[in-house]
């Protein structure tokens, strides 16, 4: 029996299929290649030494997925697939909702017609909006700020409902908080097909003469040096959480949710710095006004995920920087090297 990934290509995915097959799974990648590279797929294999089955496909398409499911035998699925950026979500809603809430709902469907019913799904800490106060727990309100957020709201609530409907599904839901670094090999990584929406590989991009400064959104939060403070994971160590995950549907849990991070905030000027040391490279930085639908402080409290799932991060800072900069460094064009 297979694990279906979808968007397995991406950034968190290509690392989780490295993870998903050195632990001995075997995985079927759907991908719709929008903001991902088939190349990556190719590196994945290359890392680990092992077969995955890809297929092109859209989680819009119901016909191509339902096709996939006849073909092959899966028994869970980890779904990553969905557009991510904050600001394009505040200029494109309606293209937000669409994708990623009717992508899911399609994906659920054909999972439902096919009797598969274990299914670990990608949300964003972005689902707790401007907490009152950090740490962030699971039991705190839910309350995003922007539209990407409220799908991944509205994508855990439909979750929710499918369990109570019928309660056969098991779900985990696992909340990011902000993923960075690559595989330590230097052959996957982060490649942001324009502009990066994230920090690390504008950074990055910056380090290597690709971007020209960084643009720092805001520096009048109430935080000690001004600028956005959050709690950075590395993607190796957020991959293995999806591993913990699927054994925990194993226990047929219901529905079980997890905060994936360091418990630890950081600042973005911090995190200039922290690079600067680790790459020996300046990075230059404008300070730009804020960005809508971003928040002052965001940092995990993880002690839910070590308890139940036996999982915590265990790769620091200068790892997920020193890693970032190797993958940008091999990679200066990412995949189209």
Not at 103 to 115: A, R, Y
Not at 230 to 244: C, E, N, P
Request: charged share 25%; proline share 4%.
């Amino acid at each position: 029996m297979a694990i279906l990934v979808t968007g397995g290509a991406g950034y968190i995915g290509s690392h989780t299929c490295v993870e998903l097959l050195n632990a001995g799974y075997e995985i079927i990648v759907v991908d719709n290649l929008s903001n991902s590279s088939e190349k990556a797929l190719e590196r994945v294999r290359e890392i680990t030494g092992k077969k995955l089955t890809f297929y092109k496909a859209d989680l819009l398409d119901k016909e191509a997925l339902d096709n996939i499911f006849k073909k092959e035998k899966i028994d869970s699925v980890i779904h990553f697939a969905g557009l991510k950026a904050v600001g394009e979500s505040v200029s494109m809603p309606l293209k937000y909702y669409h994708n990623n809430i009717t992508g899911t709902i399609t994906l659920c469907e054909v999972m439902q017609k096919h009797g598969v019913k274990d299914i670990v799904y990608s949300s964003s800490a972005t689902v707790y909006g401007n907490p009152e106060t950090v740490p962030i727990r699971e039991d705190f309100p839910l309350a995003a700020t922007n539209p990407y957020g409220r799908t991944k709201l509205v994508i855990e609530n439909l979750l929710k409902d499918l369990h109570v409907s019928d309660n056969c599904w098991n779900i985990v839901i696992l909340r990011y908080f902000n993923p960075i670094g690559a595989h330590e090999s230097g052959k996957i990584g982060e490649d942001p097909k324009n502009i990066p929406n994230n920090l690390m590989p504008y950074i990055t991009q910056v380090a290597v003469g690709k971007l020209e400064y960084l643009g720092v959104f805001g520096n009048d939060y109430d935080t000690p040096d001004g600028t956005g403070v959050r709690d950075y994971i590395h993607v190796t160590d957020l991959a293995l959480g999806h591993l913990k995950a699927l054994e925990k549907l194993k226990e047929k849990p219901g529905v079980s949710i997890y905060n994936l991070g360091t418990g630890k905030g950081f600042s973005v000027l911090e995190m200039v710095k922290n690079f600067e040391k680790v790459s020996g490279r300046t990075i230059k930085y404008r300070i730009l006004p804020r960005r809508p639908g971003d928040i002052a402080i965001c940092f995990a409290d993880p002690s839910k995920a070590k308890k139940e799932l036996g999982w915590e991060a265990t790769r620091d800072i200068n790892k997920m920087c020193e890693d970032a900069w190797r993958w940008q460094k091999n990679n200066p064009n990412g995949y189209n090297d």
